[in-house]
């Protein structure tokens, strides 16, 4: 059982920890995905978003394109204009070239290129004021885009050039009259510089955070590039830098264009993935603690039902007791209504194994009878009361089918339980009930199968079926036990001898004396009846040693009238085991004075058989004492010869059963009487014949060797006067009988 809970122990920790591993895992593995997976999407969102914003800035700088191509437009179809590139004059440029106007639209210079593709007019608007190398250079750009717009022979033309460490936007368009004859044209252009004004609006415009740098950042810059476009980004902790290009006119690069992103897509990935791992992490604890508290449930009903077998089993050979038999059985009878037979067994002998050889080896016992038990498998409940060498087995079977089955039980007992090299026998008492002879109840069936298996014991039969006769023997019993304590408070018992004949000599070899009651109602009570309620109920050691008090003074009194007849008294098996039993005998003949050679103990077998040691410690005493022991109703328990050569015996009993068997059919009989006979005297002991009423039984004891006999053939149990007439008539009674 410990075993079992300590692997049930160890698995559930296993699984616990197992468990604690997967949702570790689990959780581990979600968070990861759940996290690669955001910030996948992140970096999506971000891309869109860089694409979108290049988109934005590329159209903020079309705007600008547009709008300055928009004036160039106005200026190149202005009538004026065309006027004055026909024919170039001052009133033209004082009235139209003025700073204000030119500031006024954000433009940086503008200038007007005659037919032949000579500057005719300049002016610088609004910026910064540069140098004259600056305007050189300014000046070199422009022809070279006009250069162009006449070698493609195209109208207009716009677009950002870098001129030196700036950018400028240009445009240029052919100046044409109203009617757009041609005939007179010249290339009006524009420039706008990309200058932190243009930027400032841009962004308050874009709302993009953005910069121009010179080509070779981008060239030289280390970063991503979007598929299929030419952007580039560089991914900071909590900014993206994007960098793009623009063209010139001509569809070659010009200019980087860098752009700083905030990175707010992150944040909120990043504020996903906290709360996700929050989340996890919380789903994770709860599942945990979710199988905690489910193993904690099913370690609770574990243990509960654990609890509960406990209580209805038990614990040594793990069958039910006698508690759960009767609650199966009640349930069994609950829906059941078939004949069931109930068979009780007792053990005899177990507690002297248990004294004998210790309580390890009576277990063993227990547990190898509950084993032959289980092999009768028509049984459908089998019980041991807990604590006890009871057992309790039901069948649904008929009356007789049922006395098979015990006959077999029986028989299957009888057979040695061997452990190591020790043979076990042992004896048992079985009692039976049947429904629904018997009644109908299953505590009334329990109770009256014990009945019925406590007349087995005292009936010295192997198994008894409860009969109505026993209710009225128990109510007897129940009465006679009241009577039996007023009886040895008053002290009513009255004590009879029997004498016992030394047939070779031919006198009297002693007498036995015989406690008699007669109860309050005139009843004369059968000893064997009432010494065993009297042992039942404890209270036979005080008749035992009543009677030896009566004998010793009866013994004393025939001594002073000059008979020396020892006296034989019956001690039970409980006086023999009671605490100082032999201090006790020595005690009383110590206070009555009498000679211990005056009195003799007969003991019974079953006391060896109760508990050896101390049957063995206690007769040892009183032989040491000077008091023979006599071996009564040899031959009807268990014996063993083992025993028999080594106690301080001096007489053998032989049983009236083997006696009144010596002319009956029985062919083993004689055999065995001759073979009790002989063996008495090869272990130097004399034997004593009981219950001697015939001179045919008499003649063949004397032939085989036998000395004492004792019966009715020479006399009934006496009273103390009556006996001690007839030991002072002993020789001519003797003489009658045996001629
Ligand atoms: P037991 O010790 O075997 O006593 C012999 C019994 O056989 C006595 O029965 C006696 O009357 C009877 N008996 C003797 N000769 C004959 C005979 O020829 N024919 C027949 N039919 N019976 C004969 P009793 O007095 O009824 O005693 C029965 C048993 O009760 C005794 O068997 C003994 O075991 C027990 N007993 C008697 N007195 C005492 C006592 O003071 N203490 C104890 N512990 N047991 C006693
Ligand atoms: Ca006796
Ligand atoms: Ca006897």
Redesign the pocket.
């Known amino acids: 059982m410990r075993q079992r809970q300590v692997i049930w122990v160890r698995t559930r920790l296993f699984l616990l920890l197992t468990c604690a591993g997967i949702i570790l895992l689990f959780s581990a593995i979600t968070f990861y995905i759940s996290k690669s997976v955001i910030l996948k999407g992140v970096k999506d969102l971000e891309i869109k978003r860089v694409t979108d914003s290049v988109v934005q800035l590329q159209s903020l700088m079309d705007a600008a394109k547009i709008r300055l191509h928009q004036y160039t437009l106005e200026w190149a179809t202005f009538e004026d204009t065309y006027d004055f590139v026909k024919q170039p004059n001052t009133d033209f440029l004082k009235k139209n070239f003025r700073y204000e106007r030119i500031s006024a639209l954000n433009i940086s210079s503008c200038a007007i290129y005659d037919i032949s593709g000579k500057q005719i007019a300049y002016i610088e608007g609004t910026g910064k004021k540069r140098g004259t190398e600056w305007r050189a250079r300014e000046s070199a750009a422009f022809d070279a885009f006009i250069q162009k717009m006449r070698e493609l022979g195209i109208t207009s033309l716009a677009g950002f050039i870098p001129v030196g460490d700036d950018e400028l936007l240009i445009s240029a368009h052919r100046i044409e009259d109203n009617l757009k004859s041609k005939l007179h044209n010249g290339i009006f252009l524009a420039s706008r510089s990309i200058d932190g004004t243009f930027r400032e609006v841009g962004k308050r415009i874009s709302n993009l955070n953005f910069s121009i740098a010179p080509l070779t950042v981008y060239e030289h810059i280390e970063a991503e590039t979007i598929p299929s476009t030419d952007i580039k980004y560089l991914s900071r902790e909590r900014e993206l830098s994007v960098y793009t290009l623009l063209y010139d006119p001509f569809a070659k690069p010009a200019f980087c264009l860098e752009l700083v992103l905030d990175r707010d897509y992150l944040a909120l990935g990043e504020s996903i993935v906290s709360r996700n791992f929050t989340l996890i992490i919380f789903f994770g604890l709860s599942i945990f603690f979710a199988g905690l508290f489910l193993l904690f449930f099913l370690h609770r009903r574990q243990i509960q039902e654990e609890l509960r077998y406990r209580v209805e089993h038990d614990r040594l050979t793990g069958l039910p007791n006698a508690r759960c038999f009767l609650k199966r059985l009640r349930a069994f009878f609950a829906t059941d209504k078939s004949a069931v037979g109930i068979v009780f067994i007792d053990l005899e002998r177990f507690n002297s194994i248990n004294s004998s050889y210790g309580a390890v080896l009576g277990d063993t016992l227990l547990c190898m009878v509950a084993q032959r038990l289980l092999t009768r498998k028509d049984a459908f409940l089998i019980a041991r009361e807990s604590g006890s060498d009871e057992f309790f087995l039901a069948y649904r079977y008929g009356r007789e089918a049922l006395e098979r089955e015990v006959e077999t039980i029986a028989s299957m007992l009888q057979e040695p339980f061997i452990s190591g090299n020790i043979h076990l026998h042992i004896n048992a008492s079985i009692g039976i009930t049947c429904r629904p002879t018997n009644g109908n109840d299953p505590v009334m069936l329990m109770h009256r199968a014990q009945f019925a298996r406590h007349t087995a014991k005292h009936s010295g039969l192997m198994y008894v079926f409860y009969d109505e006769h026993m209710d009225a023997e128990e109510t007897r019993k129940k009465q006679l036990e009241a009577e039996l304590y007023e009886a040895i408070e008053g002290k009513a018992f009255i004590v009879h001898y029997?004498p016992k004949v030394d047939i070779k000599h031919h006198d009297v070899a002693g007498c036995?004396?015989?406690?008699r009651w007669q109860n309050k109602a005139g009843e004369w009570i059968?000893?064997?009846l009432f010494?065993s309620i009297a042992e039942d109920i404890g209270l036979?050691t005080e008749?035992?040693m009543f009677?030896l008090r009566c004998a010793c003074r009866q013994v004393m009194e025939w001594n002073e009238d000059g008979i020396a007849a020892p006296i034989a008294?019956?001690?039970?098996v409980r006086s023999i085991l009671s605490d100082n039993f032999a201090e006790h005998v020595i005690r009383v003949l110590t206070e009555e004075k009498t000679p211990p050679s005056l009195i003799e103990i007969?003991i019974t077998e079953t006391c060896f058989m109760t508990d050896m040691k101390s049957a063995i410690a206690a007769i040892t005493k009183l032989y040491k004492a000077g008091i023979r022991i006599a071996l009564?109703?040899f031959g009807t328990g268990y014996s063993s010869l083992q025993y028999l050569s080594e106690m301080p015996i001096s007489f053998l009993k032989i049983d009236?059963k083997f006696v009144d068997d010596i002319f009956s059919a029985k062919a083993t009989a004689q055999p065995l009487v001759k073979g009790i006979l002989s063996l008495a005297s090869s272990l130097g002991m004399r034997t004593v014949s009981?219950?001697?009423?015939r001179k045919s039984q008499l003649d063949f004891l004397a032939a085989n060797g036998a000395s004492i006999i004792?019966?009715?053939?020479f006399s009934r149990?006496l009273s103390g006067l009556a006996c001690g007439d007839f030991l002072k008539k002993q020789k001519d009674i003797i003489a009658a009988v045996l001629t």
């Open positions: 029997q036995e004396a015989l406690v059968a000893p064997p010494i036979v008749i035992d009677v008294v019956n001690m039970s007969e009564d109703d009236k009981e219950g001697v009423e004792q019966g009715y053939l149990p």
